[in-house]
């Protein structure tokens, strides 16, 4: 029952604590006791669960949640930024309108987002995955402007076709079962089970990685992220970007490792237009970012290219390319959730949404810069943050893969793309602290006046790229802790 209570806690208690007539402070009070309570719950679920099926559609088909190594990795994910958002958002959304419907469905979706990690079957993790977009779109639209309805109507319509597409591997993943769905690693389908519909897996297969790759941004259905982040709320950008499109990568992982298996797919064309679409996807949105002068605008196409290292590392079937994987996941998470959070406090604190509005913000908000400095070195690739670790590693798997020009290919790429956030991030960081003449001139005639947030939008940042250095320096102990 742990499981059960750690999904429909943050759901019930969101839900209740919105509803009820109560001051904002009071409110703030009530969130904070309930997201302490789910991450405990969290913790004892971590610790103690044990696997629950509470319903059974038909006699193969059985809802069923349990936690394995895989799931407990993104679920530990999962609780650092949730947490790290609440506190940033009782601060933020004082100047945002009612903000007991952005914290319902702000647990709300917690809770689904948790589900999707202790999902045990496809049917259970299909059912919790369009859970979770229909609890998340909300969040895009929250101001209900017209652009925000039409930001969260394009982000539904996307993931919904896309949770389609993944349905039919799903159906045919079921059909060409032998009774036995449960998640298993290395997959529980068999030669003897899909003899004579090899050509039909391998097709459904390449629609399901589409169809659940439209979460996590893999061309061509990556269009709804520069939408939605922009539109969106920043802590509902950093939840989006942080965690919710992992959903998409949870989802390809169960598909491809824990159902079909890798080696009814490897050597295949099916492997081989996996990572073409990765390696693509890759340059593609590191090129947009580079070019966008919307800060969070740009900070979604940089989403759209770094979670595609983590599709390109499994693309490679390897255990080792899914470890760089899997630590990319973990460092993005804590890199980019510090990167949206930061430009919040842009938005919230100076009213600035261009990169071009932030030069020499450096001296009034020190804190905050440092913080998206750290992030974005982790996320270029530098010593000793997450994202050089991760690109290490899965560069390594590749070129050991014996991929043919892949094997050249991908390591490129990535240095291309390094190269190209380098350039989108980094010019960020030397304006701010290295103004120029005119603005430095500016600043001896009067005095610098601070314009640094509260602690509640500080300390979060803080604990995010604190995160990040930590993923960098013990990223392969955390994974061999999971058996990764």
């Not at 208690?13 to 405990?40: H, K």
Request: aromatic content about 12%; proline content about 4%; some cysteine.
């Amino acid at each position: 029952m742990l499981l059960l209570a750690a999904i429909l806690f943050p759901m019930l208690a969101g839900t209740v604590i919105s509803a009820v007539p109560n001051t904002e402070e009071g409110r703030n009070r009530l969130y904070t006791c309930a997201i302490i309570v789910t991450d405990l719950l969290g913790i004892a679920a971590f610790l103690y669960g044990k696997a629950i099926a509470p319903l059974s559609l038909t006699e193969n088909v059985v809802l069923a949640f349990s936690l394995d190594e895989l799931g407990r990795y993104v679920m530990l994910a999962v609780m650092l930024l949730y947490t790290a958002v609440c506190f940033y958002s009782f601060e933020y959304m004082k100047h945002e309108e009612r903000p007991n419907v952005f914290f319902a469905f702000f647990f709300i979706s917690y809770g689904a987002m948790l589900s999707v990690c202790m999902s045990a079957n496809l049917v259970t993790l299909y059912l919790c995955f369009e859970t979770l977009t229909l609890t998340s779109v909300p969040l895009v639209l929250h101001e209900l402007t017209k652009d925000a309805v039409a930001a969260g109507l394009k982000y539904l319509f996307y993931s919904v076709a896309g949770a389609l597409l993944g349905l039919l591997a799903v159906f045919f993943v079921y059909y060409l079962s032998n009774g036995n769905t449960t998640f298993v690693a290395g997959g529980f389908l068999n030669q003897a089970g899909i003899a004579g519909h090899e050509k039909l897996l391998l097709a459904v297969v390449m629609t399901g990685i589409v169809g659940f790759g439209t979460k996590a941004g893999l061309y061509p259905m990556h269009g709804w992220l520069p939408t939605a982040h922009p539109i969106a709320p920043a802590p509902a950008s950093a939840l989006l970007s942080g965690i919710v499109a992992k959903a998409g990568v949870v989802a390809i992982i169960r598909l491809v490792y824990y159902s079909v298996g890798t080696e009814l797919i490897a050597g295949t064309w099916v492997q081989y237009v996996w990572m073409t679409l990765s390696l693509l996807t890759i340059f593609m949105g590191s090129l947009m970012a580079f070019r966008e002068t919307v800060t969070k605008k740009r900070l979604a196409y940089s989403t759209v290219s770094q979670l595609s290292y983590i599709l390109l590392g499994l693309s490679f079937l390897t255990q080792e390319s899914m470890r760089g994987a899997l630590m990319h996941l973990m460092g993005h998470v804590a890199a980019k959730g510090c990167l949206f959070l930061c430009a919040g406090v842009f938005i919230y604190k100076l009213g600035a949404t261009r990169v071009t509005e932030l030069k020499g913000i450096g001296k009034r908000m020190p804190v905050t810069m440092w913080c998206f400095t750290i992030a974005s070195l982790s996320l270029v690739g530098i010593p000793p943050m997450a994202g050089f670790l991760s690109k290490w590693v899965i560069a390594s798997a590749a070129i050991t893969a014996d991929m043919g020009v892949f094997s050249i290919l991908a390591p490129v790429i990535l240095l291309i793309s390094a190269l190209l956030t380098a350039g989108y991030l980094l010019t960020v960081v030397v304006h701010a602290f290295f103004p120029g003449h005119a603005e430095a001139e500016a600043e001896t005639e009067e005095a610098v006046v601070s314009a640094e947030p509260s602690k509640l939008m500080t300390i979060p940042m803080i604990c995010l790229c604190t995160a990040a250095v930590v993923v960098g320096i013990w990223g392969n102990t955390l994974t061999g802790f999971f058996g990764f």
